[in-house]
């Protein structure tokens, strides 16, 4: 079979005998390696860019190149603004009034002082272990609270329902199941 797909490649190795139909097994002639290392290399530039991608989280697909090398490595995300490839920070969003948490909030943080809502999964399609930094930056607590039929559930505890961040205090939000989320950090209650 003609492995024409990164995600057509076999992890035993034996098994991967061809690269988009070219002959890669032992003994093969040698004018065609030059031509399998072109095959892969296209297939794997197809798989980062693609919905089975790496990179991607539910916020929307890559909608530009991986560019750089090492520290300097970007991508685009889906309004096309460069985003850093790695753990570096987590990007605030400044919101002043009552915010439903959305698929661009995704390994970024909600910087808020107002009430945030988790919405149901028919709502807003979430990935299971999508997470959220959230801050509470205002003088006063505000509420967590679960759209009806969204469990939010406080870490380590059976407590479950609207939750409270104190003032200047730091939640996580990581979706769990389907309508089901776990909430924790410093000033959670």
Known sequence: MARNAITEWDIAPAN?????G???AEGCP???I???????MAQFAGWLASAAGP???SGGAVTGALTGIGNGSTVLDASGVARGVGYRNIPLT???SAYTITLSDVGQGVSTSATLTVPTNATTAFAIGDAIAVYNNSSSNNSITAASG???RLVASSTTGTRTLATRGLATLIKVGNDEWVISGAGVS
């Open 16 to 20: 991967n005998s061809d690269i988009a």
């Open 22 to 24: 070219i002959n890669i």
């Open 30 to 32: 040698a004018g065609g």
């Open 34 to 40: 030059n031509d399998a290392i072109r095959a892969v």
């Open 55 to 57: 990179l991607l989280k």
């Open 94 to 96: 400044a919101k002043t």
């Open 150 to 152: 969204v469990t939010l």
